[in-house]
């Protein structure tokens, strides 16, 4: 829905709105460079500008399509339409062509790449990032930047949530929060 709804009607701003519309990897490869262009920065360059960061994210665009791929042909193998076919891998064309109609429905986009990016954090960054030589700016350069993408999101989010609901309500949500709220909770974040 989050595709359908709110990226491909260009509903929330860059760079939450790059999105991979297929995981067939021609398809997929052609979107990617368009969104590249002619920028050669990735994941292993610090991202202290626009152009660095806009290669970052377009190298995880690219990632997390390899490895939503990887998953969903491992769950092709294990289908009862692949086990039909009498075949161990995509070498027959009959194989490739139920793959190619299966990760034809795949897609990429912020959210995914968000629920990937969590489970790297918790577990495979968080324990190398705990271990050995002393990490600890690198730590809090992580979580400032987690910070900063996410209030961003929620700005982009709030934005959207308040010009969908009855016109004073979403101020209201925002009072009632300022007011009510137990947490500590920067309320200017999700005002509007």
């Known amino acids: 829905m989050w595709q359908a709804d709110i990226v491909e ?35 292993n360059d610090y991202a202290n500008d626009p152009e660095v960061a806009h290669g970052a994210i377009v190298s995880y665009l690219k990632g997390t399509h390899s490895y939503k791929k990887w998953e969903a042909e491992k769950k092709i193998k294990s289908s009862k339409a692949f086990k039909a076919l ?13 793959r190619d109609t299966t990760l034809d429905k795949g897609q990429v986009n912020f959210l ?29 350069k992580f979580v400032n930047d987690l910070n900063n993408v996410s209030v961003g ?25 300022r007011i009510n709220t137990r947490l500590s909770l920067d309320v200017e974040t999700i005002a509007v």
Do not use: M
């Open 112 to 140: 995914i790449q968000a629920f990937r990016y969590r489970g790297k954090a918790n577990y495979p960054d968080s324990i190398f990032l705990s271990y050995g030589e002393n990490h600890q700016n690198t730590i809090e």
């Open 153 to 177: 999101f929620i700005r982009a989010a709030s934005h959207y949530c308040s010009v969908r609901v009855e016109k004073g309500t979403w101020e209201l949500f925002v009072d009632d929060i």
């Open 9 to 43: 009607k260009k509903l929330i701003p860059y760079p939450f709105d790059l999105y991979l519309s297929s995981l067939v990897t021609s398809k997929a490869e052609d979107e990617i460079s368009v969104y590249r262009r002619d920028n050669d920065y990735n994941l």
């Open 86 to 98: 009498n075949v161990e891998n995509f070498r027959k064309k009959v194989a490739q062509e139920l």
